[in-house]
């Protein structure tokens, strides 16, 4: 089974390869090391044969939506503070709060592929000026983050 990360927002939201470092563009497949290679690769929810949106969980509000899978991303009860998991963490950050600027609101969600619209095990707001480091960012499975930033 594999976890994934999703995240919707009112506005458009980034896709493509987060922390992906290659040595050069010359050589896109050769890594200084295994680290270099750990990325994030964001998809959105736009269905290009059909020429339409889906939706990747029923539990989100809103339109723009992307997912992830969470290789290094971990759940609350598997925390293993590597530097794979610090560097996804710190990616997914990052990226929320770019989004997070853009509209003020995200919606942050993880679940098993498949699992989506199940039952939320828990749901929760909160002011993204109260997440201090990317470690808050650890959800449980099929938790959803309401994510704000009002001043």
């Not at 290094?72 to 929320?96: A, D, F, H, S």
Request: aromatic content about 14%; overall charge negative.
């Amino acid at each position: 089974m594999t976890q994934y990360i999703y995240i919707a927002s009112p506005m458009r939201l980034p896709e493509g390869s987060f922390g992906f470092n290659p040595i050069s563009p010359e050589q896109p497949n050769v890594f200084r090391n295994e680290l270099d290679f750990i990325h994030l690769y964001f998809e959105n929810n736009y269905d290009r044969e059909l020429k339409q949106r889906f939706n990747y969980s029923q539990h989100f509000s809103y339109k723009h939506q992307v997912g992830a899978y969470s290789n290094q991303i971990p759940l609350k009860n598997v925390l293993r503070k590597t530097q794979e998991e610090e560097k996804c963490l710190t990616l997914l950050y990052n990226y929320i709060e770019e989004a997070i600027q853009n509209s003020n609101i995200v919606e942050y969600f993880t679940s098993v592929n498949g699992q989506e619209d199940l039952p939320l095990s828990r749901k929760r707001s909160i002011n993204w000026l109260d997440i201090k480091n990317p470690y808050d960012l650890v959800l449980e499975d099929r938790e959803l983050l309401e994510i704000t930033f009002w001043n």
